[in-house]
């Protein structure tokens, strides 16, 4: 039992370290031996713990990756008041995503679309990966919305657009090191988040 809570912890300070240098260096720039490294892992342990090498590990940061975002919108969404809006919580996540820009002085942004730009037509695992992260994210606005009045398939667009318009601000923010377009991405989302759900028009 030690063993293996050891080997979990090794484990897992890997796949930490592989998600902070894919924010910091991209996937391609990220070598297993600056993981290595960065873990502190012992030599050897990569492909004890990841038999199927880089793409496994970087299947799992993405999956962390994920994990963190998720969080971040659940919180905020459960812990909403009746009255707050979906605009309002929107702005909040906002503001926490250009808080983290600027105090990671732009270097380090979101490390799933780094991987989806650089790997999205190298390896459909990553692809998928990606893909599965940004449908973690858009599930619980969506729901949000869903509890709010709107019909489902309007509140998926509406998250799905929510979460694109964030992580292309996100992008611009850090190409030009200024969170302004993260500022405009929350007015923005304002509107698009707080439009009052469409009425159903009744069967004829």
């Known amino acids: 039992m030690t063993t293996q809570t050891k080997g979990a912890a090794t484990q897992q300070r890997m796949v930490e370290s592989m998600l902070e240098l894919i924010q910091i260096h991209g996937y391609a720039g990220t070598g297993l031996n600056a993981v290595l490294t960065h873990s502190g892992a012992p030599k050897g342990s990569l492909y004890f713990h990841f038999p199927e090498g880089k793409e496994q590990l970087g299947e799992r940061a993405i999956g962390l990756a994920a994990d963190h975002f998720e969080a971040l919108i659940t919180g905020e969404l459960e812990s909403a008041r009746p009255q707050q809006s979906a605009g309002r919580i929107a702005e909040t996540?906002?503001?926490?995503?250009?808080?983290?820009?600027?105090?990671?002085?732009?270097?380090?942004?979101?490390?799933?679309?780094?991987?989806?730009?650089?790997?999205?037509?190298?390896?459909?695992?990553?692809?998928?990966?990606?893909?599965?992260?940004?449908?973690?994210?858009?599930?619980?606005?969506?729901?949000?919305?869903?509890?709010?009045?709107?019909?489902?398939?309007?509140?998926r667009s509406t998250a799905s657009s929510a979460i694109s318009l964030v992580e292309g601000a996100m992008i611009i923010a850090r190409a030009r090191r200024d969170v302004q377009p993260l500022r405009d991405a929350a007015k923005t989302l304002r509107t698009l988040l707080d439009l009052p759900p469409v009425a159903k028009a009744g069967r004829k």
């Open 93 to 155: 996540v906002v503001g926490l995503l250009s808080d983290f820009l600027e105090a990671n002085d732009y270097a380090v942004g979101c490390p799933v679309s780094v991987v989806a730009l650089e790997m999205g037509t190298e390896s459909e695992r990553l692809r998928t990966a990606c893909e599965a992260a940004y449908d973690r994210w858009i599930a619980p606005l969506a729901d949000f919305l869903v509890a709010r009045g709107h019909d489902r398939r309007s509140a």
